[in-house]
């Protein structure tokens, strides 16, 4: 008796996911590749291949793939918003955030979507912007200790001593351990001596 050699897509998507836990990214990516082949519409198969390819380092296959995944359904947020990620990787944030954007027309609270948007505003200096969309991150997230640490950054760079300083003791309260904790507590530091001098 001959052994049956169909795929079956979700057999293979779950042989991928056990892959990636293991660790074996060439083994995920063969096994999701065939899943897309199968279903090309898998919207989530082919958000997890990108994010694969991007892990192997084939940026530009991911991008690819994700192009093609928002045109084909505008709705899928995590293709949109992985691809601003890469967007911004590549150094083009306002192409990231006109994505962001159209992710926040549907879901205005969403967190990755606000983090990633305040990320674009840095890139071009749009440093009251980017506090405003980390602050709306933090509304929605509180304990992101990275949306606190960019919060104070964006305030650090628009001369905000108070609320810089604020945003960074935040920032440690939520990640107390961080590797940088030290260099952190000496902004803190100088910027609350910084504001007391203007007050």
């Known amino acids: 008796m001959s ?8 057999e293979r998507f ?3 996911l056990d892959a990636i836990d293991d660790g074996e990214l060439e083994v995920a990516c ?3 590749e065939e899943v897309v082949s199968l279903v090309p519409d898998d919207g989530e198969a082919i958000v997890i291949l990108a994010k694969v390819e991007r892990d192997l380092g084939l940026d530009d296959r991911a991008i690819a793939r994700l192009e093609r995944c928002v045109e084909a359904d505008p709705e899928n947020i995590n293709a949109h918003v992985d691809l601003a990620d890469l967007r911004l990787a590549q150094g083009r944030p306002g192409e990231a955030a006109q994505l962001l954007a159209l992710v926040l027309e549907q879901r205005p609270n969403h967190f990755d ?16 912007e980017a506090a405003n969309a980390y602050s709306a991150s933090l509304e929605v997230n509180p304990f992101s200790s990275q949306a606190w640490y960019n919060l104070g950054k964006a305030r650090k760079k628009q001369g905000d001593e108070e609320r810089a300083a604020s945003a960074f003791h935040a920032y440690l309260r939520a990640a107390p351990h961080a590797e940088d904790r030290l260099e952190v507590q000496g902004w803190i530091a100088r910027l609350e001596v910084d504001g007391g001098e203007r007050d």
């Open 113 to 128: 979507s606000l983090f990633l948007l305040g990320n674009a505003f840095l890139d071009v200096d749009a440093y009251e």
């Open 30 to 32: 063969a096994a999701l």
């Open 3 to 10: 052994e049956d050699t169909t795929a079956d897509p979700a």
């Open 14 to 16: 779950n042989a991928a």
